[in-house]
């Protein structure tokens, strides 16, 4: 599996604690920035993770702003991309299971790093696979917006 990694300046602390998670994990990624706590435009990077998933070039993505909305609503203007902002752990068990997601928004100024683990276990150890047929007509649906 490999994920595609992005985050503006408010979301760069968590980004690292995220890396750092992912290196713990074993898993792939690519980190396509920012790399510092410099300003930057957050669409920006919302565009570089979206494309990476659509074209395949990723299995996922994961995203940090401050608080996540900003990157959700770009990264959700793309066809194909199911971004899910995930304040605790039970949202992203839900984003996976009933939602589909293939982005995990992540919110750095408001989600504290102490909780970071305990999302990304329910993000990677939960998939759609096993999913209800209502959640599956609801994404279907979602899809054809």
């Known amino acids: 599996m490999k994920i595609a990694l992005g985050s503006d300046h408010g979301g760069f602390n968590m980004k690292t604690a995220v890396i750092m998670d992912l290196k713990e994990r074993g898993l ?9 706590m410099e300003s930057v435009d957050y669409p920006d990077y919302a565009k570089e993770v979206a494309s990476r998933v659509i074209t395949q070039k990723a299995d996922e993505g994961i995203l940090v702003c401050t608080t996540g909305i900003g990157m959700s609503m770009a990264a959700n203007r793309f066809a194909g991309i199911r971004a899910a902002l995930c304040l605790n752990a039970r949202m992203a068990k839900s984003a996976r299971t009933h939602n589909n997601a293939n982005i995990l928004v992540l919110a750095g100024g408001l989600t504290p790093v102490t909780d ?12 759609f ?17």
């Open 129 to 145: 696979n096993d999913a209800p047929e209502r959640h599956r007509r609801r994404v279907d649906k979602i899809d054809e917006l």
């Open 28 to 36: 792939e990624f690519e980190d396509l920035g920012c790399y510092n």
């Open 116 to 127: 970071l683990k305990d999302i990304l276990d329910e993000w990677f150890n939960n998939s």
